[in-house]
Antibody, heavy 119, light 110 residues
């Protein structure tokens, strides 16, 4: 059973770069046909898709965040990462990693990690 | 890309059926059969309940069903149970984003 676990800094200063990692267990991040996503949820609000990376390395980003987002894969560690630059208080949210594996939807989710942007 | 439109809240009594709508455009809900629904309990990660408009992942109760007509998708929960009380989000593939979520619907079981 594939499992995902987020980790990273819970507090980031304004204008700095948010960095998170999602460890994949129970399967390989190189599995064909899978994609690996980041999704966030501001406190008390709805979900926002940030972007994803395919097993091939191709990336797709939300146009509203594209200029600040980088998603990458580290196959040697079986994990993928999110970097979001020039953060503001509006980037404060619970950040989830998720994957599309056996379906065309986000069928596996991590537990989420809260990131607060504050000086 | 604007979020898909969902009612802020719906409610129903145990045993009843409820339907949550998700309205988009021909560029998302109406143009693709990649509509999915997620259930989220407080403090928990979302859980996939329906994918590709009407398909249930393994392990999801058959009390949950999905459909689509034009630019509006719907999630129906029959035989409402107390454990169904949660937030529900729809999502769709779009021609621009490529994924967008609805604003979420809070389901209250009376």
């Amino acid at each position: 059973q594939l499992q995902l676990q987020e980790s990273g800094s819970g507090l980031v200063k304004p204008s700095q770069t948010l960095s998170l990692t999602c460890a994949v267990s129970g399967g390989s991040i190189s599995s064909g046909g899978y994609s690996w996503s980041w999704i966030r949820q501001p406190p008390g609000k709805g979900l926002e898709w940030i972007g994803y990376i395919y097993h091939s390395g191709s990336t797709y980003y939300n146009p509203s965040l594209k200029s600040r987002v980088t998603i990458s894969v580290d196959r040697s560690k079986n994990q993928f990462s999110l970097k979001l630059s020039s953060v503001t208080a509006a980037d404060t949210a619970v950040y989830y990693c998720a994957s599309r594996t056996v379906t065309t939807a986000f069928d596996i989710w991590g537990q989420g990690t809260m990131v607060t942007v504050s000086s | 890309q604007s979020a898909l439109t969902q009612p802020a809240s719906v409610s129903g009594s145990p045993g009843q059926s409820i339907t949550i709508s998700c309205t988009g455009t021909s560029s998302d809900v109406g143009g693709y059969n990649y509509v999915s629904w997620y259930q989220q309990h407080p403090g928990k990660a979302p859980k996939l309940m329906i994918y590709e408009v009407s398909n249930r992942p393994s392990g999801v109760s058959n009390r949950f069903s999905g459909s689509k007509s034009g630019n509006t998708a719907s999630l129906t929960i029959s035989g409402l149970q107390a454990e169904d009380e949660a937030d529900y989000y729809c999502s769709s593939y779009t021609s621009s984003s490529p994924w967008v979520f609805g604003g979420g619907t809070k389901l209250t079981v009376l």
